[in-house]
């Protein structure tokens, strides 16, 4: 049986080659090939960075899909159904809404692929292909991960590993804690540093993809030291509460950690408390947490979101000013995203604040336009601040400024001037990008 595996692109427009700096390897497709029994004839094709064959030979094709990356899925699975070749879709958006994702697809899997999918390769082999599959949660043993198909493609020497999945906080903007009902379990500690034992000797730097990499403490604890002996970098995100543990950040430094990814959202906190992330506040706030984590040798990605309801012109100043003078390494700043299924979405369309009924399908949105009407300023004022804030906080002035934090470090030092960079040249790169190919010629194919 011959089935291949497609990783949709968040859109294309036409002459203009797909923005691909930060382009990694695909974890879920790395997950269902682990999954697929070896006698299957698997073939990935990366929407991303190369052509699709739509009319090679295959029996069936599989596509991971997120909300961004919906309306091109949604594109590419029409062309195979219009040849006839079933198609089978799953991931966080086909969980989140299963109802539309059924639209243009034989079956939908929503949950966890490792569960179920097994059982979906072997309804497909037998001509018995059911409309429906949901894969429960259960032990991270069960994960696999096959990395070949990925051999010969222009990916960044980033290993992205998961050590547990899911995360306990109530976060009103996440998906995460409606995809895994605010549950957290940690893989075991042999298969993560397995994993990293078999990628080593081609990745520069591992990622552990993990929702909030201190989401059972305790686990994170028993896993420093064996990660400690496999002397790799690697960078991951967590919650700000890790911060104020210092014998926890000595443990992952320690095991090799560079860096975090933490989410401090923003400095009002009026709106942290609506975003139920009032617990970002905690034992002495940002200050205090950024001081323990220079402390201890972690530079520090912060991410920063705008459009809620405290927000005002002055916002994206004060944030751009607090994470220069805090050092940061790279900080993001962006707008507010209702994604379908999050308490957000619901309350803004509660609300009638949605400018789109699904924005990820509609064609007139596009990538970086605020989705509703903040209170305080207009969308388009969301939209031009978040840019403002990345012209201000990677001019060259507050890089070079930035950069003294890092002087000691020559591993940190030389990739800050380099990611750095990197964002620098994409400031707006992405700003009115289409979700899906612009220049797509038929319409979408409905299942009848």
Known sequence: MRLTLIHPAIGHRPGSRYIRSWQMESLPIAALAGLTPPEVDLRFYDDRMEAIPFDQATDAVAIP??????????????????????VIMGGFHATLMPQEVERYSEAVVTGEAEAIWPQVVDDLRHGRLQRRYHGEQRPLSSIRV?????????????????????????????????????????????????EVAASKHDKKLFFFVDDNFAGD?????????????????????????????????HSMRQAGCCGVLIGFESLDEANLRLMKKQFNTMRGGYSQALANLRRHGLFVYGTFVFGYEHDTLQSFDLAVDFANQEGMYIAAFNHLTPFPGTPLYQRLKTQGRLRYDAWWLDPAYRYNELPFTPIAMNPHDVTDGCVAARRRFYG???????????????????NFFLVNAMHRNEISSRNGHPLGDEGWPDPLLEVQ
């Open 146 to 194: 096959d990395r070949r198909h990925f051999q010969g493609k222009s990916y960044l020497p980033i290993g992205l590993i998961e050590t547990g999945r899911g995360c306990k906080f109530p976060c009103e903007f996440c998906a995460i804690q409606t995809f895994y009902s605010r549950t957290y379990r940690s893989r075991p500690i042999e298969d993560v540093v397995n």
């Open 217 to 249: 403490m305790k686990a994170g604890r028993a896993l420093m030291p064996e990660l400690a002996k496999q002397k790799v970098r690697w960078i991951t995100q967590m919650s700000i509460n890790a911060a104020h543990d210092e014998d926890f950040l």
């Open 396 to 414: 060259w002035p507050n890089i070079l400024k930035r950069s003294q934090h890092y002087w000691r470090d020559p591993f940190a030092l030389r």
């Open 65 to 86: 899909v997120e909300t961004y990356t919906a309306r091109r899925a949604y594109q590419i699975a029409s062309e195979y159904r219009r040849r006839g070749v079933p």
